[in-house]
């Protein structure tokens, strides 16, 4: 909070991953801003780079895995892709703690969740750290009978309480970013529930920031303040939660919308694109929206779209937004 | 006379077995459910994990069969009969259980091979270019490997054999599941102009709500191997009368619909040991103490509306102790 600037920057991000076929483009110029205590969800298909965001906010991807090419990643003021491993230690658990999407491979299969959580306290205040305060944190994820839950190992546990362990872990050394990268996607409904109320829970007491990705714009409306809409490597769209689903802008999120069945609606076709969405190293030239794009014009083959604000904190990558036909 | 009907069918597993093998508790995945589906009607099965509405799934197509009860598919007992001609099963990863060295044609015309079919091979390949259009896919692909395809394409081949058995009735078990959603939108499009053009009838398995109310013109409510709900698809999501059912409805995070009340409390109990009473009691916002005791009978709440609860909507009269999901 010292700094001043964001949490979290993304500025111009490129990342190339080694392959046995070369270096291979997956994210191509991010931009993206995380405000202390707000909260951003990234949304986008399989493959869209969402996940790889995520990962590079502390860096996770090894030297050997992937390597920025251009602009860089700065957290708590931090260049992580300049940084050293210390430092990088240093960010990663105090600074930005990770949930993943299996909280089964977050989690050590022979120790009790109890000492994963002890660990996790230690780890960044290596002395004070309790039991009692173990079984706080449990209680404060909404474990039932937390004495007992600490003594048991993961597998005996549920899914849904397996998940609320993994944020308990990466809460305990009050991180100032939460990175929760499809935490709810193997849940089911009403424990995706659970456990999004829980993370609204926690933001509004803790005050922490989360980074969420998700693949459900339901889920990203739900919970965050912004949401940025990854396609093909590219932010194609960003804007506030509140508005922008309900008048989005670039084509691509505007089919995204009108492809989810919603209860209630008329049945009938539903909106689907054409194709699906490129893989890295066949991204199309061009916007890379416009083979499958229902608007696109003979110069989106062409042209890259550059980035089009057109609304306090709400902008994408289509020049021709949304026009006299907003979904 | 329905094309299918399900009678009080009861699959249970042995579990935990003791120091000579013998089970000391049964898994009851499936336990007294009745459901029959009309020539051409699509009926919606909806459940969280464990709720063993794949394990129905399987029952109905023969890959199992029932501890107890009956399955009669065109009026035949086909109870662990499995590739009965016209009932077909596909599933989230269909083409995951074949060889990974067969061809797309090898995989398609598979259901002709295993009921001893033979025809020349230009018929055949025209056949399989046939079936190929009618699921999207170019005859180009009938040469390539499960590998070369994405996850939609996959899913469409997958569609594509079972089509050439030319179903009367097909299981869909989590079929869109695991698809990006605007591929998802393209295969739900693809299996309701299927269902259209060929009057087959489906039961379409699904943990998605809204993707189930969009396809299903009935559904069915599943919780810890009962059915607890039935009637028109359209009617249940919007007014649904179990208190589990609406707690699912809620629970669903769709953009632009506001949050349903407080998440559901705790999660499923184990099928090895369900509660006495209704099953769900123990979750339940508006349990009584006879919820505890007596298991609700399974009645007509209002015309084509079927409910298995005490409490909700218009009162119970004759409250009998007999099994949810039987009639």
Not at chain 1, 204 to 231: K, Q
Not at chain 2, 31 to 58: H, P, Y
Not at chain 2, 117 to 127: C, I
Request: charged share 20%.
């Amino acid at each position: 909070m010292s700094m001043g600037g964001p949490l979290v920057e993304f500025e111009g991000f490129t990342l190339e991953l080694r392959t046995e076929q070369g270096p291979l483009r997956v994210l191509d110029g991010v931009d993206l801003r995380i405000d202390e205590g707000e909260v951003l969800a990234l949304v986008g298909e399989s493959g869209s780079g969402k996940t790889l965001c995520a990962q590079s906010v502390t860096r996770l991807l090894g030297d050997d895995r992937a390597r920025c090419t251009r602009g860089g990643v700065r957290l708590a003021g931090v260049d992580v892709f300049k940084a050293d491993e210390r430092a990088l230690r240093r960010l990663r658990g105090a600074t930005a703690g990770h949930v993943f999407q299996e909280p089964a491979a977050a989690l050590n299969p022979v120790m009790r969740v109890g000492d994963q959580v002890l660990e996790s306290l230690r780890l960044h205040r290596p002395t004070e750290a309790t039991r009692a305060e173990v079984v706080r944190w449990l209680a404060r994820v909404g474990i039932p009978a937390p004495e007992h839950r600490a003594r048991q190992y993961p597998h005996e546990l549920s899914g849904g309480l397996q998940q609320r362990v993994a944020i308990a872990i990466a809460l305990a050394p009050r991180p100032r970013l939460l990175v929760a990268d499809e935490p709810t996607t193997a849940l089911d409904v009403t424990v995706q529930a659970q456990v999004l109320e829980l993370l609204r829970e926690l933001r509004r007491e803790v005050g922490m920031a989360i980074l969420l990705v998700t693949h459900n714009l339901g889920v990203a409306e739900s919970i965050a303040d912004r949401i940025a809409v990854l396609y093909a490597g590219q932010v194609v769209e960003e804007g506030s939660a509140a508005s922008m689903l309900s008048n989005p802008s670039h084509p691509y999120t505007r089919a995204l919308v009108a492809a989810i069945p919603r209860m209630g609606h008329a049945r009938g076709e539903l909106a689907s694109v054409p194709g699906g969405v490129p893989a890295p190293g066949s991204w199309p030239g061009g916007c890379r929206f416009h083979p499958r794009c229902p608007v696109a014009r003979p110069s989106c083959a062409m042209e890259t779209p550059p980035w089009t604000a057109f609304a306090a904190g709400h902008g994408s990558r289509c020049p021709y937004p949304a026009g006299g036909d907003r979904a | 006379m329905s094309l299918l009907e399900v009678h009080d069918v009861r699959m249970h597993y042995p579990a935990s077995p003791d120091a000579w093998g013998r089970p000391r508790a049964w898994l009851r995945a499936v336990d007294g459910v009745s459901l029959s589906i009309a020539e051409g009607e699509v009926v919606g099965l909806v459940g969280e994990s464990g709720c063993g509405k794949s394990t129905l799934g399987r029952v109905i197509t023969g890959l199992e069969r029932p501890t107890a009860g009956t399955v009669r598919f065109g009026g035949r007992d086909v109870a662990g009969r499995a590739g009965t001609p016209g009932l077909q099963l596909v599933f989230q990863d269909s083409l995951g259980s074949m060889d990974p060295r067969w061809t797309a044609a090898e995989i398609v015309s598979e259901p002709w091979r295993a009921r001893g079919r033979r025809m020349a091979r230009g018929e055949l390949r025209r056949k399989v270019a046939g079936l190929l259009s009618d699921v999207g896919l170019e005859a180009a692909a009938m040469d390539r490997y499960p590998h070369e395809f994405s996850g939609g394409q996959r899913q469409r081949i997958g569609l594509a054999r079972a089509l050439a058995d030319e179903p009367r009735l097909l299981v869909c078990d989590e079929v869109v599941s695991a698809l990006d959603v605007s591929v998802q939108a393209q295969v739900v499009n693809l299996l309701m102009r299927l269902r259209r053009e060929r009057g087959m009838a489906m039961l379409f398995i699904s943990h998605d709500l809204a993707v189930v109310e969009h396809v299903s013109a009935r559904m069915a409510v599943m919780y810890l191997g009962r059915i607890i709900e039935e009637g028109r698809a359209r009617e249940v999501c919007a007014r649904p009368l179990h208190p589990y059912t609406a707690a699912l409805v809620s629970a669903v995070p769709e953009p632009g619909r506001a949050r349903g009340g407080p998440a559901l409390q705790g999660e499923p109990p184990s099928p090895l040991s369900p509660p006495p009473g209704c099953t769900f009691h123990l979750r339940c916002p508006i349990a009584t103490t006879r919820c505890g005791a007596v298991s609700p009978s399974w009645r007509e709440a209002s015309p084509g509306r079927w409910v298995a609860c005490h409490e909700a909507g218009p009162t119970d009269p004759g409250v009998q102790a007999s099994p949810a999901g039987t009639r």
